[in-house]
T-cell receptor
């Protein structure tokens, strides 16, 4: 079974509107972290936001917020007021803290977001 | 500037010709890792290292070697590259005590013909 599922291969949004990118995860660990990374066409991986499994409040970083629903095992990324520069591939990732010394991030397959003017 | 660097950024080579992709970080991070990215598969871990002289396999280690002789460097070695190793490779690092956020290098696009 996939540990990270991103069901939207592609999404379109109008400039200045909000968009939600879906992510569900699967783990039996009680302690884990969820991450979102952005990969523009230039290829680099840019960290956006982090949510710990014990964090009671949803994480926010500027225009990015993470809608964390622990019981449903979902960690959706919300981008408010979309900008043309938000067009990129977005990856959801998880680190399971009980997995020993490997800080491995398990990634989903990504969602390609296109912002239309 | 805190960063992870990789060299080369682009490489085209032929089957069987040994190559090394270098990775260096200037943040004094204990943890370093290599990932490969393939279309439709996301990123998958190749090898990781918790500290100097401590390395271990990730999910897709076949055909790769690594070494960690110094804390800042973590080269990826392909002894006999094959076309199925054509991919985009990322090196990443993280401090040991952190929540796990990893800092990625700019990527190396490798083509094996």
């Amino acid at each position: 079974a996939q540990k990270i599922t991103q069901t939207q291969p592609g999404m379109f949004v109008q400039e200045k509107e909000a968009v939600t990118l879906d992510c569900t995860y699967d783990t039996s660990d009680q302690s884990y972290g969820l991450f979102w990374y952005k990969q523009p066409s230039s290829g680099e991986m840019i960290f956006l936001i982090y949510q710990g499994s014990y964090d009671e409040q949803n994480a926010t970083e500027g225009r990015y917020s993470l809608n964390f629903q622990k019981a449903r095992k979902s960690a959706n990324l919300v981008i408010s007021a979309s900008q043309l520069g938000d067009s990129a591939m977005y990856f959801c990732a998880m680190r399971e803290f009980e997995g020993g010394s490997n800080y491995k991030l398990t990634f989903g397959k990504g969602t390609l977001l296109t912002v239309n003017p | 500037e805190a960063q992870v660097t990789q060299n080369p950024r682009y490489l085209i080579t032929v089957t069987g010709k040994k190559l090394t992709v270098t990775c260096s970080q200037n943040m004094n991070h204990e943890y370093m890792s290599w990932y490969r990215q393939d279309p439709g598969l996301g990123l998958r871990q190749i090898y990781y290292s918790m500290n100097v002289e401590v390395t271990d396999k990730g999910d897709v280690p076949e055909g790769y070697k690594v070494s960690r002789k110094e804390k800042r460097n973590f080269p990826l070695i392909l002894e006999s590259p094959s076309p199925n190793q054509t991919s985009l490779y990322f090196c990443a690092s993280s401090p040991a005590e952190a929540r796990g956020e990893q800092y990625f290098g700019p990527g190396t696009r490798l083509t094996v013909t």
